[in-house]
């Protein structure tokens, strides 16, 4: 039995636990609204009904929440971070696979012959802001350096491994530019516009076509994700298809892979956005660290380049979900922070407090270290929307009969009347439930899967009989 964020497991909470099953509809129907609500650790509770107009007959009820457990229904939080509700994120990471695969394989309306539009996969980094404990290739951290105005020996001749909290970390956290690490955050979203602009006119360089030419005749379309790393810096994952303007999903440009990647690589290493704030005449720009590799025409090229896409967009600014919720009145001094995160955080807030800064309006993303925005963002002939692959699943389940509350509507327009009742399980005790169905699914799921793999691995090859004969 797994424990529940927010529980108290060590004292198990019989009693409420005990209330539920024998309350009315007892374990079964608290359990069937848990799984309707796809196991959500965090549930919105609603009340209300869904009424049903056919067309010559006045609305009808065919769905109120006063034959449900407690009254009330039970409705997914949808988040896309596994720290808050892992349920819901692996929902979250199924459509933002969906979306970035869509792109590259074709389906959700898009043909299946974009597999001959060339495409990469990028990886850009943060610059340097201060030396931290790290991880190269070697195994080493920092074995040799100078000494810092503050008298520190920037110098570590530890080997860390993956796990070590020391990652990420600064050896002298005075030399740190938070403010620069923060700026970076929240100018990465116009440093990445700027990019992609810059790298459209070098591939038209590339094949010698004129800047005008070039932007009349290509388009760049991209999904784009952000990473922090543990010193609490963004990377950019950036999946990157190349286009006909004005028919991004029809033949594909003479245009190669290769060409495409150098070009993103050339404008990487070149483009500049300057820093937000008026005084200032620094800019940013991106590490030295970039990565940029073609996806492979083959299918499975571009599923693994997809699915390395979508593992990025559930996670949160840090591991342990510290950061996952928007800070009221500054950092709180309760809440446990690694120094350094807790740094990049009050260093946010206090830059929110700047006028010259105001439009990155930081106070609403000190939590996310000055980043601005969402995970997960995409150009707009990209592929699919979130919303649409939303409504697709909305539009099968009414084609199946009931809808997500769990009326049967077939072929009438429905409405839902619906008032807000509160966030989260009633009680300890239905948030312990709810986990134990959330694992019972999990391990349901799991159980069948290898039961598929088991039924393929045995599958009968055909066989020659005996006599010859196949
Ligand atoms: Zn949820
Ligand atoms: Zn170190
Ligand atoms: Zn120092």
């Not at 457990?69 to 819901?88: F, H, I, S």
């Not at 074995?143 to 810092?148: K, N, Q």
Request: charge should be positive.
């Amino acid at each position: 039995m797994t424990p529940v964020a927010g529980t108290t497991v060590g004292t198990w909470p019989l009693e409420e636990v005990v209330a539920r099953l024998r309350s009315p509809g007892g374990y079964p129907s608290f359990a069937e609204r848990v799984r309707a609500a796809g196991c959500c650790r965090r549930p919105v509770r609603l009340s209300g009904q869904v009424t049903a107009t056919g067309p010559t007959s006045a609305p009808v009820v065919v769905f109120d929440t006063a034959t449900l457990p407690d009254r009330v229904l039970l409705k997914a939080c949808g988040t896309r971070r596994e720290t808050l509700c892992p349920p819901c994120a692996a929902v979250y990471r199924a459509d933002a696979f969906a979306l970035v695969v869509a792109g590259l394989r074709g389906g959700k309306g898009i043909p299946d012959d974009i597999t001959a539009h060339p495409a990469v996969l990028a990886t850009f980094t943060a610059p340097s802001f201060g030396p931290v404990h790290r991880r190269r290739a070697d195994g080493t951290c920092h074995p040799t350096g100078r000494r810092c105005p503050h008298g520190r020996a920037l110098v570590c001749g530890r080997r860390h491994n993956d796990r070590d909290q020391l990652v990420g970390q600064p050896l002298c956290p005075d030399c740190y530019d938070y403010e620069g690490a923060v700026l970076f955050n929240a100018g990465v979203s116009e440093l990445w516009r700027r990019t992609t602009i810059y790298a459209l006119r070098e591939l038209g360089r590339l094949i010698g076509m004129s800047v005008r030419q070039t932007e009349r005749t290509l388009r760049l379309s991209y999904v784009k994700v952000v990473e922090f790393q543990r010193r609490g810096s963004v990377h950019v994952h950036a999946v990157v298809r190349v286009d006909h303007r004005g028919d991004e999903h029809g033949s594909p440009p003479t245009v190669s892979g290769e060409l495409l990647a150098g070009a993103l690589l050339a404008a990487a290493r070149r483009v500049s956005a300057p820093l937000p704030g008026p005084a200032s005449t620094a800019r940013l720009a991106w590490g030295r660290q970039a990565d940029v590799a073609v996806i492979g025409d083959n299918d499975d090229g571009r599923r693994r380049a997809a699915a390395y896409t979508a593992k990025y967009a559930c996670k949160g600014s840090d591991a342990d979900g510290l950061l996952d919720h928007r800070f009221r009145a500054g950092v709180p001094h309760q809440l446990e922070l690694p120094a350094h995160l807790r740094a990049l955080a009050e260093t946010a807030w206090r830059l929110g407090d700047r006028p010259d800064l105001g439009h990155l309006r930081l106070h609403l993303w000190a939590h996310t270290c000055g980043h601005r925005g969402h995970f997960l963002t995409k150009s707009r002939r990209y592929s699919t929307t979130f919303g649409r692959l939303r409504a697709d699943r909305q539009r099968w389940r009414i084609e199946q009969g009931h809808t997500e509350e769990g009326g049967d509507v077939r072929g009438s327009p429905v409405m839902g009347h619906w008032r807000f009742e509160g966030t989260g399980y009633r009680s300890t005790g239905d948030a312990w439930l709810a986990a134990n169905i959330a694992e019972a699914e999990r391990l349901g799921r799991r159980a069948a899967w290898e039961d598929r793999q088991w039924a393929s691995a045995t599958a009968p090859a055909p066989m020659l009989t005996s006599d010859g004969d196949a």
